[in-house]
């Protein structure tokens, strides 16, 4: 099978053939062997073979020569970054890849399955950059396919084969932070019930904090969280304050959501009425 670039890809038979006017031919070598039936090759790379006949009153033919070259393996890829895991935004996919015989000539990518493929334009080293934006949320299989110069190309699927599969996640996660005016007196005490939630559909929760702008964190963790915190501002100047839930998912989006407390003082009241006899 004749490949790219005068490279075969598969094993070379050979056949042999001599003819002689007089005496008649009476053998033929090749590579220094007897010649009795086609040979079939199989050394990979260049290779150079030798070849003469004889005739019956032993004339010897000056040698000639004949080269091949053989390539029947395929090259190999390998993945450097990212590792697998969560994605959003643009990412860039880069790598290595090899062939031992004839040669590297490009590396392609697939994100459907090899129905489509998208040169890197690298060979021995490559990059290829995808906008998670613009495909749906979810697990996103990426396909390496490397080229050798004879034609060979890289397995898709099963043994030899290259993929990477990411979760794509390009959604915000989902918070929610609530809390009533606080008023707040150093006798009569006061506090403001903080409730608060954060979820993430897609890659999870990494990291939430709740905490009062200025003033320092009140609760913070992992994953999913629905809870409450009761806040006072005992010790704390009158005056407004901040507080704000802010959320990260492992694909690196972020969310938060802010309300507005007050530090007053409580103030009793007083009524007087007054009515003629």
Known sequence: TMG???????PVTVTLTATDATSGVAGMTIDGVAYTAPVVITTEGSSTHGFN??????NVEAAQSFALQIDTVAPSSAITSPASGPASGVVTLSGTASDATS???GVDISIDGGATWNATGGATTWAHTRDTTLLPDGNLTFIVRASDVAGNA?????????????????????????????????????????????????????????????????????????????WNGAGLPLGPYTARLSVVDAAGNTAEQSVALNLLPNIPTVSLNLGCP
């Open 53 to 58: 006949a004889v005739d019956v009153a032993g």
């Open 154 to 230: 890289q397995p898709t699927s099963g043994a030899g084969s290259t993929s990477i599969t990411l979760l794509v996640d390009n959604t915000a996660p989902s918070v929610s932070l609530s809390g009533n005016p606080l008023t707040f007196c150093p006798v009569c005490g006061g506090s403001s019930d903080l409730t608060y939630a954060a979820s993430d559909g897609g890659s999870g929760v990494q990291s939430w904090a709740l905490e009062v702008v200025g003033v320092g964190t009140l609760a913070s963790g992992s994953g999913d969280v629905s809870s409450a915190h009761n």
């Open 4 to 10: 790219g670039g005068g490279w075969h890809t598969s």
């Open 103 to 105: 040669g590297m000539a």
